[in-house]
Nanobody, 124 residues
Framework: QVQLVESGGGLVQAGGSLRLSCVAS????????MAWFRQAPGKEREFAAA????????YYADSVKGRFTISRDNAKNTVYLEMNSLKPEDTAVYYC?????????????????WGQGTQVTVSS
């Protein structure tokens, strides 16, 4: 069993920055492909960023590319999401997740463990 706990969300003005953290317990994530998803009110959960188990490869949705950076520290069992140049449309609950599937890393159906989410609100 894996427990994921996100933190770091909050209220920020447009153009500001936040750093989200996702700490895992119960099992090491050092061999797991991890991702961040987000869900805005009334919308489906959408892919934001993902990172390979080694941290050597990362993937981003077009909407966040160039502004967000995903990273990980396997020694700390932690995945991060650095968010810069935030926009009001980035407002959402952000979730980290562990991937179990192997077909489409952008699909939330490929992930089996999820955190409870952390709210990010960007004011204009």
């Amino acid at each position: 069993q894996v427990q994921l706990v996100e933190s770091g969300g909050g209220l920020v003005q447009a153009g500001g920055s936040l750093r989200l953290s996702c700490v895992a317990s119960g099992r090491t994530l050092s061999r797991s492909f991890m991702a961040w998803f987000r869900q805005a009110p009334g919308k489906e959960r959408e892919f934001a960023a993902a990172i390979s188990w080694s941290g050597g490869t990362s993937y981003y949705a077009d909407s966040v590319k160039g502004r967000f950076t995903i990273s990980r520290d396997n020694a700390k069992n932690t995945v991060y999401l650095e968010m810069n140049s935030l926009k009001p449309e980035d407002t959402a609950v952000y979730y980290c997740a562990r991937r179990r599937g192997s077909y489409d890393y952008t699909s939330f159906r490929e992930y089996d463990y999820w955190g409870q989410g952390t709210q990010v609100t960007v004011s204009s």
